[in-house]
């Protein structure tokens, strides 16, 4: 199911919103039911388009103020974001865990939900933590525009 969801964002994240079925994604991600509905077609759709730069600019606040050296570019599309944070996090997860761990810890990402994840496959952990870090990130950005 990872890899289909992953498959299915890569494919989707691009497309118009006026796609529907199985051409738009739909697969929710929840991770905690006090933290807002998230599916990654929000980043794209047009209503929503603006909160994606807000996204990129916390992931890298978030970033330096954990002391690593990664940070995304702040122009990149949402398919381009998925696959940058995705290659941060495998590099985390590869050489500098303390740093990942830290990441989390400033993300508000409990470590037992990282914990929880350890068994899964590379690829598959790479994947579910990029969509967990998305879908804090955004639910921050979310959080902070409503109250405006």
Same mark, same amino acid.
């Given at each position: ?21 199985? *051409?738009?994604?739909? /697969?929710?991600?929840?991770?905690? #039911? ?7 077609? /929000?980043?794209?759709?047009?209503? @929503?388009? #603006? ?12 970033? *330096? ?14 398919? /381009? ?12 997860? /590869? ?19 990282? +914990?929880?994840?350890?068994? #899964? ?12 870090? +998305?879908?804090? @990130? ?11």
């Amino acid at each position: 199911m990872v890899i289909t969801l992953w498959e299915e964002i890569h494919n989707n994240l691009d497309k118009p919103s006026g796609h529907t079925g199985s *051409q738009r994604l739909t /697969q929710k991600i929840n991770c905690n #039911e006090m933290i807002p509905s998230f599916s990654l077609s /929000q980043l794209t759709d047009t209503k @929503e388009k #603006e909160i994606l730069p807000n996204i990129i600019m916390q992931i890298n606040k978030d970033l *330096q103020l954990s002391g690593n050296q990664y940070e995304i570019d702040e122009k990149c599309t949402a398919q /381009q974001l998925v696959a940058d944070l995705g290659n941060i996090i495998q590099k985390l997860l /590869q050489t500098d865990f303390s740093g990942l761990l830290n990441l989390f810890y400033r993300m508000d990402i409990p470590e037992s939900l990282l +914990l929880k994840m350890m068994n #899964e496959t590379p690829d598959d952990l790479t994947q579910n933590l990029t969509l967990l870090v +998305l879908k804090k @990130e955004w639910m921050k950005v979310w959080l902070r525009n409503k109250n405006l």
